[in-house]
DNA sequence: AAAAGCCCCTGGATGC
DNA sequence: TGCATCCAGGGGCTTT
């Protein structure tokens, strides 16, 4: 999916376009993940209010209750006042009085929850064990370091797991890994703390610079405008299996971590 | 309690 | 060109 990045730069290209717009029909496709969780005919007429993202949920906040949005794996929001006609793969859909919201998924892995509030049980089921916002200030390294010492998993499942900072998706953990020079299987209880504090560093600093660019590593990725980002241009491992590192030369390793890809330098990054 | 595996689903790339 | 196989950005749930 659309990791952090993605998230963030889909929300910032229509949140203040959609604020204020009341919903006047809402169109489903085939199921995705989760069902929607109340009738359509029940969020007619309610305001959009704003839009926020917690991790790499969407939450569209009502009059009266608030939607959550995931894009799953392969998911894209597209708003405008006008859309094309629908697709195969639009699965779900919102006609505002500020145009139409329409969430394209080939593999709805993707979901469209309604909540009552935050504190109802299906938020706090999606919600509750998410980790830390790495872009905030909550986000600080001895917190960090703190979490990783109580972890025996390698520090590649930790940081996507995302109960301890949320996020970093399988392509950002291998790229912040490299920035910090860490071995993506080392245990995270034995990272030392200037180790915690540079993969703190290289955490934000990929994560801000993806944002900047667009979301810029997915290949069939494109914003709530149809922009879509630069593909790969500067991805210093992932999917690079085999290509020269870009720091030393040594040929970029693949190797698997939890049914996932991981991408590092052997060179550049040692236990 | 934490960690590891298992799925959900479709399409595109690759190889024979 | 056709078909089988493999792989993919996530993450909740179940099993160890």
Redo the contacts with the bound molecule.
């Keep these: ?4 990045p ?1 998230v963030e730069v889909t929300r910032l290209s229509f949140a203040d376009r959609i604020a204020g717009a009341r919903i006047l029909g809402i169109t489903m496709g ?2 995705l ?2 069902p929607l969780g109340c009738p359509t005919s029940s969020l007619l007429g309610r305001e959009i209010r704003s839009v926020r993202r917690r ?3 969407l939450l569209l906040d009502l009059d009266q209750g608030l939607l959550l949005l ?5 998911g894209s929001l597209a708003f405008a006042a006008q859309l094309p006609p629908r697709g ?2 639009d699965h779900f859909e919102l006609q505002t009085t500020q145009g139409f919201l329409r969430l394209n998924d ?4 993707g979901a469209v929850v309604f909540a009552d509030s935050e504190d109802a049980a299906v938020a706090r ?3 509750g ?2 980790g830390v916002e790495p872009l905030t200030d909550d986000f600080d390294v001895a917190s960090f370091h703190a979490g990783l010492k ?5 520090i590649k ?2 940081l ?4 301890l900072v ?8 291998s790229e912040a890994l490299f920035l910090a020079r860490i071995r993506p299987t080392l ?3 034995r990272i030392t703390r200037p180790r915690a504090a540079r993969l703190h560093a290289a955490i934000r600093d990929v994560l801000t610079r993806a944002v900047e660019k667009g ?1 810029s ?5 494109s914003n709530a405008k149809g922009e879509s ?1 630069y ?2 241009i500067d991805a210093m491992v ?2 690079r299996a085999g290509q020269p590192c870009r720091a030393c030369g040594t040929a970029v390793k ?1 190797i ?6 991981t991408y590092f330098c052997p060179v550049c990054q040692k236990n």
């Design positions: 999916m659309p990791e952090l993605e085939k199921p993940r989760w991790g790499k949920y995931h894009l799953g794996m392969s195969h793969h080939p593999r709805r892995f089921k999606l919600l064990g998410l109580v972890r025996k998993a390698s499942q930790v996507l797991a995302g109960d949320v996020g970093v998706g399988n392509i950002y953990a245990r995270a209880h979301g590593t997915l290949r069939d990725f980002g593909f790969q992932y999917g693949c698997q971590q939890g049914q996932r890809a």
